[in-house]
């Protein structure tokens, strides 16, 4: 499907783009899990999130053809901020399809590179297939948030830069929604050892890639409303992040909405960084106790900071 020589190529095409984010060493997070743990700050990439590798990749590959025909993409809100900023990089097209549910923080933050944005369904899942339908009707290139290999490859050059800092890494603790991180990831992560162990975390009320893998194939679930806003909705049918998750993923586990609330508020109190839920489920993982790693190198992706204020009001009341 892809190759590590795909990795290496897209590696080399964004990195003038982006930045290689840290990976910190985390005392207190170690003592809790009683393994070394290391935390690779995708929420200081440049659009706050690791999103912008896969849109500029998708965008650098297809250049010529986004040009002629311009670009779309649905959105919970850091994706389609990516694909605002990667347009804007290279003066193409976009419109971006959001549910009326999306972030204000993430929505002011794509406004800021002037797509066309839309609005449409209470949803990702009314979204996602409104989007799908009007690149079909006008002739434009669809960008998903997680299913496309050129997304994929782009997503395991993040295991790529953590390797480099730390050779020793044996354990990868991911969020997951639809996939496309924890595949990008996982694939890399397992060329380079199979006793890589790589663990998925997903949100309890939305656990499409749980149930899915659960039951040995993709399956709509019902969804409730998350703090976890982007691993939020279902896997689009045929998505080929489930195969790459069937094979290369060791275990997916769920944390509720609780666990995603002290996490956040215990990041910013105790590791002095400001994230949203979808980055604080992997911390909340490992608050929870619900599993105890077996390896000795654990690299916690913290895959994004576009916390809305309100949700941060609300982690604060409690």
Same mark, same amino acid.
């Given at each position: 499907?892809?190759?590590?020589?795909?990795?290496?190529?897209?590696?080399?095409?964004?990195?003038?783009?982006?930045?290689?984010?840290?990976?910190?060493?985390?005392?207190?997070?170690? #003592?809790?899990?009683e $393994?070394?743990?290391?935390?690779k700050?995708?929420n200081y990439q440049?659009?706050?999130?690791?999103?912008?590798?896969?849109?500029?990749?998708?965008?650098?590959?297809?250049?010529?053809?986004?040009?002629?025909?311009? =670009?779309?993409t649905a959105?919970?809100?850091?994706?389609?901020?990516a694909v /605002?900023?990667?347009?804007?990089?290279?003066?193409?097209?976009?419109?971006?399809?959001?549910?009326?549910?999306?972030?204000?923080?993430k929505?002011?933050?794509?406004? !800021?590179?002037?797509?066309?944005?839309v609005?449409?369904?209470k949803?990702? *899942?009314?979204? @996602?297939?409104y989007a799908e339908?009007? /690149?079909? !009707?006008?002739?434009?290139?669809?960008?998903?948030?997680?299913?496309?290999?050129?997304?994929? @490859?782009? #997503?395991?050059?993040?295991?790529?830069?953590?390797?480099?800092? #730390?050779?020793?890494? *044996?354990?990868?603790i991911?969020?997951?929604?639809?996939?496309?991180?924890?595949?990008?990831i /996982?694939?890399?992560?397992?060329?380079?050892?199979? *006793?890589?162990e790589?663990?998925?975390?997903?949100? @309890?009320?939305s656990?499409?890639?749980?149930?899915?893998?659960k039951?040995?194939?993709? =399956?709509?679930?019902?969804l409730?409303?998350?703090?976890?806003d982007?691993?939020?909705? #279902?896997?689009?049918?045929?998505?080929? $992040?489930?195969?790459?998750?069937?094979?290369?993923?060791d275990?997916?586990?769920?944390?509720?909405?609780?666990?995603?609330?002290?996490?956040?508020?215990?990041?910013?109190?105790?590791?002095?960084i400001?994230i949203?839920?979808?980055?604080?489920?992997?911390?909340?993982s490992i608050?929870?106790?619900?599993?105890?790693?077996?390896?000795?190198?654990?690299?916690?992706?913290?895959?994004?900071?576009?916390i *809305?204020?309100?949700?941060?009001?609300?982690?604060?009341?409690?």
């Amino acid at each position: 499907m892809i190759s590590l020589k795909n990795v290496f190529q897209a590696y080399f095409k964004i990195k003038n783009y982006v930045r290689k984010t840290p990976l910190d060493f985390s005392p207190i997070l170690s #003592n809790i899990a009683e $393994t070394n743990v290391f935390l690779k700050l995708e929420n200081y990439q440049v659009t706050g999130s690791f999103k912008i590798r896969g849109a500029l990749n998708k965008i650098i590959k297809n250049l010529n053809r986004a040009k002629k025909r311009g =670009v779309i993409t649905a959105s919970t809100g850091n994706h389609g901020l990516a694909v /605002a900023y990667a347009s804007k990089i290279f003066n193409v097209k976009s419109k971006i399809i959001v549910a009326t549910n999306v972030s204000k923080v993430k929505l002011n933050k794509i406004k !800021q590179y002037g797509p066309e944005i839309v609005f449409h369904g209470k949803d990702y *899942d009314e979204a @996602e297939e409104y989007a799908e339908k009007l /690149a079909e !009707q006008e002739n434009l290139i669809y960008i998903s948030p997680y299913n496309d290999l050129d997304i994929i @490859e782009a #997503n395991a050059t993040i295991a790529l830069e953590a390797f480099t800092d #730390n050779p020793d890494i *044996d354990t990868f603790i991911v969020p997951i929604g639809g996939g496309g991180l924890i595949s990008g990831i /996982a694939f890399f992560s397992k060329k380079v050892s199979k *006793d890589i162990e790589i663990i998925g975390v997903q949100s @309890e009320n939305s656990p499409a890639m749980y149930e899915s893998i659960k039951r040995g194939k993709i =399956v709509r679930v019902p969804l409730k409303p998350s703090l976890a806003d982007g691993l939020h909705g #279902n896997v689009e049918e045929n998505s080929i $992040t489930f195969d790459f998750v069937q094979k290369y993923v060791d275990e997916i586990i769920l944390v509720s909405e609780e666990d995603i609330r002290r996490a956040i508020k215990f990041s910013l109190e105790k590791l002095g960084i400001l994230i949203e839920g979808s980055a604080a489920v992997t911390i909340a993982s490992i608050l929870n106790k619900k599993w105890k790693p077996d390896g000795k190198n654990m690299c916690l992706i913290i895959s994004g900071g576009n916390i *809305d204020i309100q949700h941060v009001r609300d982690v604060f009341s409690r």
